[in-house]
T-cell receptor, first 111, second 109 residues
Framework: DGGITQSPKYLFRKEGQNVTLSCEQN?????MYWYRQDPGQGLRLIYY???????QKGDIAEGYSVSREKKESFPLTVTSAQKNPTAFYLC??????????FGPGTRLTVL | QKEVEQNSGPLSVPEGAIASLNCTYS??????FFWYRQYSGKSPELIMF????GDKEDGRFTAQLNKASQYVSLLIRDSQPSDSATYLC?????????FGKGTRLHILP
């Protein structure tokens, strides 16, 4: 059953904590992306990766970090430096330059 | 700054009518154009993509692209209550895709 999975579905973070969001895909896509969506807003690109062991900052990378050690996995860490992390986080994957397909998302709330 | 503009809505359309969603973009070099549907609290799902000028039809959906006018639209025929969602326009060039903020569509039963 091919697709993109994200976990957890809901995540709660205390002030000053780092948290990591998981994204896995078995579509054999080279490119993976992380977006943030706030209520009534569009998707804003945080980081993207087109190949293992390489990634680039998107429009709002400050306070976030990623790794791409495996083709299938692209975890996102929300660090304590991110001052307003409450949002809906979406992971996507694609053949480079082609249609992006999204995972189900993780809703992060800061307590 | 490359931009993709959509009317935020809500756009209210009677059930059975045609819903017309519009999108303009600023980058003349844009190569690929996508429409995604997003239900409240869910992730976006691809409805259609279009690369060439003209119309592309898939069931009740038709995407229209006019590169000279930098305009892409989505028509939904025989609108159903299940079509009520936010529709995101996305425009791509090389390896980058930029999303609009979406139009909320409400189908009136």
């Amino acid at each position: 059953d091919g697709g993109i999975t994200q976990s957890p579905k809901y995540l709660f973070r205390k002030e000053g904590q780092n948290v990591t969001l998981s994204c896995e895909q078995n579509l054999n896509h080279d490119a993976m992306y992380w977006y943030r969506q706030d209520p009534g807003q569009g998707l804003r690109l945080i980081y993207y990766s087109q190949i293992v062991n390489d990634f680039q900052k998107g429009d709002i990378a400050e306070g976030y970090s990623v790794s791409r050690e495996k083709k299938e996995s692209f975890p996102l860490t929300v660090t304590s430096a991110q001052k307003n992390p409450t949002a809906f986080y979406l992971c996507a994957s694609s053949i480079v330059g082609d249609t992006q397909y999204f995972g189900p998302g993780t809703r992060l709330t800061v307590l | 700054q490359k931009e993709v503009e959509q009317n935020s809505g809500p756009l209210s359309v009677p059930e059975g009518a045609i819903a017309s969603l519009n999108c303009t973009y600023s980058d003349r070099g844009s190569q690929s154009f996508f429409w995604y549907r997003q239900y409240s609290g869910k992730s976006p799902e691809l409805i259609m993509f279009i690369y060439s000028n003209g119309d592309k039809e898939d069931g009740r959906f038709t995407a229209q692209l006019n590169k000279a006018s930098q305009y892409v639209s989505l028509l939904i025929r025989d609108s159903q209550p299940s079509d009520s969602a936010t529709y995101l326009c996305a425009v791509g060039r090389d390896d980058k895709i930029i999303f609009g903020k979406g139009t909320r569509l409400h189908i009136l039963p």
